[in-house]
């Protein structure tokens, strides 16, 4: 156990950041996979600027790294672009 009072602050505020970068990682997995869920392709265009937004949030806080938040947003892109050739095609 740490014995001075600059070490017992550092432990206290660990397990409050800890416990909120868990929250927003959680938060952030959910509407990625809520996203990829999605069939229609004007919902996934009204959905995709509320998800990179999300995003972009993780990264610039610096819960997750920029190239990772650029690879998400990529392949939700080619998601949501790919849901609008399935339709054109039926």
Same mark, same amino acid.
């Given at each position: 156990?740490?014995?001075?009072? $600059?070490? +017992? %602050? *550092?432990? *206290?505020?660990?397990?409050?950041? *800890?416990?909120?970068?868990?929250?927003?990682?959680?938060?952030?997995?959910?509407?990625?996979?809520?996203?990829? +869920?999605?069939?229609?392709?004007?919902?996934?265009?009204?959905?995709?600027?509320?998800?990179?937004? +999300?995003?972009?949030?993780?990264?610039?806080?610096? *819960?997750?790294?920029?190239? %990772?938040?650029?690879?998400?947003? $990529? $392949? +939700?892109?080619?998601? /949501?672009?790919?849901?609008? %050739? /399935?339709?054109?095609?039926?």
């Amino acid at each position: 156990m740490a014995n001075h009072k $600059s070490a +017992l %602050k *550092r432990t *206290r505020q660990e397990k409050v950041r *800890r416990e909120r970068n868990r929250y927003y990682g959680k938060t952030m997995r959910n509407a990625v996979r809520n996203f990829r +869920l999605i069939t229609d392709e004007k919902e996934a265009m009204e959905k995709l600027p509320e998800v990179t937004s +999300l995003l972009d949030k993780m990264a610039n806080k610096g *819960r997750i790294h920029k190239n %990772k938040a650029a690879n998400i947003k $990529s $392949s +939700l892109c080619l998601h /949501a672009n790919s849901l609008g %050739k /399935a339709q054109a095609e039926a």
